[in-house]
C-alpha cells in the first residue's frame, strides 16, 4: 500500500516560516522525481519546487529566492523550507512522487499565512 504524507503546514505571519515534510512508503522500485505543488482558493494545481534523485532542482519564480526542496533518497522523504512567507503563499500544498510508471500524490497539508 502506497502512502504519501505531507506535514507541517500551518498558520504563520507574514514574514515567518514553515518546513514541510513528505514521506512516502509502500513504493517499489526507483522513484524518480518527487517535488511539492499547491493549489489555493479557485485556483489549480501549480508546481512549487521539484527535486530529482540526483538532487537537481527546479522552482516556481515566484518561490524561487525563499523556498528551499530537499530530499533524503533512502527514505523517500522531501522537505521544503519555505522562508519570508507571503499572503500569495496560502495554499494546499501537495506532495507528488513520480517513478518511471507510477504517480502518486498525498492529500495535501493547509499553509496559511496571515496575520
Known amino acids: 500500500q502506497v502512502r504519501v504524507v505531507e506535514s507541517g503546514g500551518g498558520l504563520v505571519q507574514p514574514g515567518g516560516s514553515l518546513r514541510l515534510s513528505c514521506a512516502a512508503s509502500g513504493i517499489i522500485g526507483k522513484v524518480l522525481l518527487m517535488g511539492w505543488y499547491r493549489q489555493g482558493p479557485g485556483d489549480r494545481r501549480d508546481l512549487v519546487a521539484i527535486?530529482?534523485?540526483?538532487?537537481?532542482?527546479s522552482y516556481a519564480d515566484s518561490v524561487k529566492d525563499r523556498f528551499t526542496i530537499s530530499r533524503d533518497n533512502a527514505k523517500n522523504t522531501i522537505y521544503l523550507q519555505m522562508n519570508s512567507l507571503k499572503p500569495d503563499d496560502t495554499a494546499v500544498y501537495y506532495c507528488n512522487v513520480h517513478q518511471v510508471t507510477d504517480t502518486y500524490w498525498g492529500q495535501g497539508t493547509q499553509v496559511t499565512v496571515s496575520s
Open positions: 527535486i530529482s534523485s540526483s538532487g537537481s532542482a
